[in-house]
């Protein structure tokens, strides 16, 4: 019995091998050796070597890298601490707050509604919204009626009039502040209610400015769908994709998991525990459910929606996405949905993602057409049609001081060597 039990280890360690996949966190993954698809397994150290050369500095407390070529993970490393204070190692399925990545997947997820046929692009906000109806702009200190209407298309590129409160000191964002947007609202209804008490910042379509306009879509998918967007989310685009450690509230299991998150002291130079995981209102009952920013995930669940954009829409067979719609959503909007754009920047903005137009500007190596975003604690990813690529680093680390997007940009593609 022993025999066989050998045989059939060895047996199944030849077919991971043969078909390049081992078992991760959630699952089988796809892995294969870098040189089969283009890439150089030593200049890939090169990843290793920078990251825990951060770590050993204190610069943050850990990181996860992973990297995916033609559909095949090369790249897939844990590094440093997850928690200092419990000195507990930062591993391949470390849950991490995603923040702002959140907005990628809820713009997928209205991007699946537009595609039954809910609403179109051009369509006035006020149609499913109707709380806004009565939505002034202030200009020179006066509350005026908005140029143009507010248009969905406006929501996806950050060019709605809206702004966060806390990037910038204007009137309105003063106003964002006081009213606690994000910070004190119970539900999305009651902050789409309280968001509507307060005056735009510009007009519509008239600049791109960095706000809660994908909260806003986050309230549209529940409107549309009839759902509340936890559950949509779940149902939609986590099950089908294999996505078992993406939610809003961490599950009372998998908390054990969860990474403190550390804030960057300026003055000090340092970092500082901000949010430790046993108290954290991540791990607590959720009802606002953020689609600009709630999420939690893993590295290799963030994959999994990548590779699904990066394969247009499809992913282990199931379809979430036609093709034209990805390619719709990594499209510049900019200038259709700016009356007055600059076609001289180096990145446009899509339906959910930042697009890169002229490599050169940005510093670093990479491909027009890559499409990507981050989030507050310091998460990356990007997705590169051209390089067939997908890549995400994890770190826990608010306001950090680290271009990380920018190194990881040159470490990755200097490992490309077909």
């Not at 923040?99 to 713009?107: A, F, G, L, N, R």
């Not at 009626?145 to 248009?151: G, I, K, S």
Request: with cysteine.
């Amino acid at each position: 019995m022993k025999k066989i039990k050998i045989l059939l280890i060895a047996i199944a360690l030849v077919f991971i091998t043969l078909n390049g996949y081992a078992s991760g966190p959630s699952g089988s993954l796809p892995f294969a050796k870098p040189e089969s698809v283009g890439m150089s397994s030593d200049r890939l150290t090169r990843i290793d070597h920078i990251l825990q050369q951060h770590i050993d500095k204190g610069d943050f407390s850990g990181a996860v890298s992973l990297v995916s070529r033609h559909g095949k993970i090369v790249h897939f490393k844990s590094f440093g601490l997850r928690d200092i204070e419990a000195n507990q190692p930062m591993e391949k399925n470390t849950l991490v707050r995603i923040y702002s990545m959140t907005k990628p997947i809820v713009s997928a997820a209205l991007m699946m509604l537009h595609e039954e046929g809910k609403f179109q692009l051009n369509d006035p906000v006020t149609k499913y919204i109707p709380q806004f109806k009565d939505l002034k702009v202030l200009e020179d200190g006066y509350e005026v009626d908005p140029v143009r209407p507010m248009r969905i298309q406006h929501l996806f590129t950050h060019t709605a009039g809206f702004t966060y409160g806390f990037f910038g000191d204007s009137v309105i964002d003063k106003r964002y502040l006081e009213a606690g947007i994000l910070r004190t609202q119970a539900t999305t209804k009651e902050f789409i209610e309280e968001l509507a008490k307060i005056p735009l910042q510009t007009h519509p379509g008239e600049r791109y400015h960095y706000s809660v306009a994908v909260d806003v879509q986050g309230y549209l998918v529940e409107v549309l769908s009839g759902m509340p967007l936890d559950q949509f989310l779940q149902q939609h685009i986590f099950d089908p994709l294999g996505m078992q450690d993406t939610f809003f509230e961490v599950p009372d299991d998998k908390e054990h998991r969860f990474a403190a998150n550390y804030n960057y002291n300026r003055e000090k130079k340092k970092m500082e525990l901000r949010d430790a995981p046993h108290t954290s209102k991540f791990v607590k009952e959720v009802t606002f459910f953020s689609g600009g920013g709630g999420l939690v995930s893993t590295a290799e669940d963030y994959w999994r929606f990548c590779q699904m954009m990066l394969n247009e829409g499809v992913f282990n067979g199931q379809r979430l996405l036609g093709r034209k719609t990805v390619e719709l959503m990594r499209s510049d909007h900019l200038p259709a949905a700016l009356a007055d754009h600059d076609p001289h920047s180096n990145f446009g903005f899509g339906l959910g993602f930042r697009v890169i137009k002229n490599v050169p500007l940005t510093g670093a190596p990479g491909s027009i057409g890559d499409y990507s975003w981050g989030g507050a604690a310091g998460t990356i990813f990007w997705i590169d049609p051209e390089e067939d690529l997908v890549a995400v680093t994890m770190i826990q680390l608010r306001q950090s001081p680290y271009n990380l997007r920018r190194e990881m940009h040159s470490l990755i593609y200097q490992a490309i060597v077909d």
